[in-house]
């Protein structure tokens, strides 16, 4: 995308692809520490480990994971989801027409992050699937949510693995149901719903008991009036009137059952449209997430330095971070059509950890491209010392 611009030569782009190679290869090697330190602190948490924990963990680690695991989505460029966002997104009416209940007081620790925030509008059906209409939402490109039950309180599927925790990453999750990403999730019935299955159940039932009941319960409230001395009229209990009361109550226990199943095959909808919608938003459970994590955070952390670099490249200097900002946002805006919050404070300080800017006179510029080579080739032979001699006490 830099290059497309046009403002380097043939020459000079050749140079720039092979700064970009050792750009990539320098972050590479050094997310690959943030990585293993994830794994280590997950490592007793991990519900998925297939081996055994020997003693060896401890807990006066100078970081916890969490603590990492924020670093990790900050680098990653998610942003945590306040607790009135995730409040706010609860009380919204579901995009998928179905209300969810959480039992928060099972979770010891909840922390939602986002990144990718967009409106986007779709069509859905009201009044019974009749009529389609247009509504526009909130929607998060990626969502990631870290669960940790309270001691005695996970479910039964979790009894018995480590940690007590879950670690989740989604795709394309409207904000108004974020619940739905949740282990304890209960489908509920919303009121509409409670309507439909329980007006046509009322008057359903007062049909069948004013023209199929009716005689039947008659009779045998009589007949319990007479048992019980209301009255001393004795009621006649033939075969016949027998039969009848029979095939009343059994018409109208027919017609309960009816409706209960009625109320548990609309419930086992609402349970597959939810399966199928985490089916196709689910990219990674546990260790996993944060393996795409660290490769997220690698490329962002990547792009941004690029970006930058590019820019001051190719413009030779600039007075201020703000004008090196407001080229790069106007650039995404005007060429690639997206709106972009550059983080240019930190794309600058990574330059700088790398020799690869500097600031003379009031302004912003970089080394050359094969000065910047020289700089990064020299890091990666750096990381390494076995053929320097320092390891055998030698300077």
Same mark, same amino acid.
């Given at each position: 995308m830099c290059l497309a611009t046009g403002k380097l030569a043939g020459p000079e782009q050749l140079k720039f692809r092979e700064f970009c190679h050792l750009l990539k290869s320098v972050f590479h090697f050094e997310y690959h520490e943030n990585l293993e330190q994830l794994k280590d602190l997950?490592?007793?948490?991990?519900?998925?480990?297939?081996?055994?924990?020997?003693?060896?963990?401890?807990?006066?680690e100078d970081i916890t994971f969490i603590e990492a695991l924020n670093q990790l989505l900050d680098k990653a460029n998610y942003e945590v989801l306040s607790q009135a966002a995730i409040v706010k997104a609860l009380e919204e009416s579901s995009l998928f027409q179905i209300k969810l209940n959480i039992d928060f007081?099972?979770?010891?620790?909840?922390?939602?992050?986002?990144r990718g925030e967009s409106e986007h509008t779709q069509q859905v059906r009201v009044l019974f699937g009749l009529i389609k209409r247009e509504i526009t939402f909130t929607n998060f490109d990626r969502v990631v949510i870290y669960i940790k039950y309270k001691?005695?309180?996970?479910?039964?599927?979790a009894k018995g693995k480590p940690g007590a925790t879950m670690l989740k990453l989604?795709?394309?999750?409207p904000s108004a149901d974020v619940e739905m990403l949740f282990?304890?999730?209960?489908?509920?019935?919303?009121?509409?719903?409670?309507?439909?299955?329980?007006?046509? #159940?009322?008057?359903?039932?007062?049909?069948?008991? +004013?023209?199929?009941?009716?005689? %039947?319960?008659?009779? @045998?409230g009589t007949l319990l009036g007479f048992w019980m001395g209301l009255h001393s009229e004795e009621v006649e209990l033939d075969q016949a009137r027998l039969l009848a009361i029979v095939a009343g109550l059994a018409g109208l226990g027919s017609?309960?059952?009816?409706?209960?199943?009625?109320?548990?095959?609309?419930?086992?909808?609402?349970?597959?449209?939810?399966?199928?919608?985490l089916y196709f938003k689910n990219l990674d459970n546990n260790a996993g997430v944060f393996h795409r994590l660290?490769?997220?955070?690698?490329?962002?952390?990547?792009?941004? #330095?690029?970006?930058?670099?590019?820019?001051?490249? +190719?413009?030779?200097?600039?007075? %201020?971070?703000?004008? @090196?900002?407001?080229?790069?946002?106007?650039?995404?805006?005007?060429?690639?059509d997206s709106t972009v919050d550059f983080e240019v404070d930190d794309a600058l300080q990574k330059l700088k950890n790398l020799g690869l800017v500097n600031e003379r006179q009031g302004r912003i510029e970089v080394v050359s491209v094969d000065e910047a080579c020289r700089f990064l080739d020299k890091r990666w032979d750096e990381y390494f010392e076995y053929n320097s001699g320092k390891l055998d006490g030698d300077d």
């Open positions: 997950y490592a007793p948490l991990n519900p998925d480990r297939d081996t055994r924990k020997v003693g060896v963990f401890t807990d006066d007081d099972q979770f010891e620790e909840v922390l939602l992050y986002t001691d005695g309180l996970m479910p039964d599927a989604f795709q394309n999750v282990p304890n999730t209960r489908v509920a019935m919303r009121g509409v719903d409670k309507l439909m299955i329980g007006v046509p #159940a009322l008057i359903g039932a007062a049909a069948i008991v +004013t023209t199929k009941v009716g005689a %039947s319960l008659l009779l @045998l017609y309960i059952w009816k409706q209960f199943s009625n109320f548990k095959n609309r419930k086992l909808l609402f349970m597959q449209a939810l399966t199928q919608n660290v490769d997220d955070a690698e490329e962002e952390e990547c792009k941004e #330095a690029i970006v930058a670099y590019y820019f001051l490249l +190719t413009e030779g200097s600039m007075s %201020s971070e703000q004008e @090196l900002d407001e080229q790069v946002e106007s650039w995404f805006q005007s060429r690639w």
